[in-house]
């Protein structure tokens, strides 16, 4: 995660910055929310780190395993002979099951942050679309323009054109624009 927000810095892609401190397993949190509010087009990231740390233990969230159960707790993502690594296509039903599993307690050990995770997400693109122009003569999404009567999407290249780019339609202005960066 780190070397992802680094490299996102370095490209000036729009994205939240690594601010976890690193001090070893034990004081890592198993989810971390990062978002960057003024940066509107980045996205909101839910971050994992120790995705099997407590699920060893617990076969649900607060449910303790038995000791006949702690075998299925044993999920190794990152060994040397881990079943999940990316050159393996295909798992077998023991390791896919671990998997599932795995992501099943990850999701409800975690819901509260994913639910926040959403809401904030839904919100940050109820004030994108509150944003966007819509007013006769503005360019229009593509995607929206649908919603427009009369506008079918397509029809979204004839759209009208935009203030000081005579000649040019909304997604023509667009790809000029993204070349001269």
């Known amino acids: 995660m780190k ?4 490299y996102c810095t ?6 939240p910055e690594y601010d976890i401190q690193e001090e070893g397993n034990s004081n890592l949190k198993e989810c971390y929310l990062m978002e960057k509010a003024q940066e509107p087009d980045a996205p909101i990231v839910l971050f994992f780190p120790l995705i099997s740390d ?4 617990y076969k649900a969230p607060g ?8 075998e299925k707790g044993q999920v190794d993502i990152y060994g040397p002979k881990t079943p999940y690594a990316t050159k393996e296509l295909t798992y ?4 896919f099951d671990k998997l599932v599993n795995l992501c099943e307690y990850n999701i409800l050990n975690n819901k509260d942050q994913l639910l926040q995770a959403l809401r904030m997400a839904v919100e940050k693109k109820k004030l994108l679309k509150s944003q966007r122009p ?13 919603t427009i009567p009369g506008v079918g999407p397509s029809r979204a290249d004839q759209l009208t054109q935009p203030a000081g ?6 997604r023509q202005a667009g790809l ?5 960066k």
């Open 134 to 146: 819509s007013a006769p003569g503005s360019c229009v999404d593509p995607v929206s323009a649908s």
């Open 92 to 95: 077998t039903e023991a390791a």
């Open 3 to 6: 070397q992802t927000c680094e």
């Open 54 to 57: 407590t699920f060893q233990k």
């Open 63 to 70: 449910v303790e395993r038995s000791p006949e159960e702690l």
């Open 10 to 15: 370095v490209q000036n892609i729009p994205f």
């Open 165 to 170: 780019l005579p000649g040019k339609g909304c």
């Open 176 to 180: 000029d624009l993204l070349s001269k």
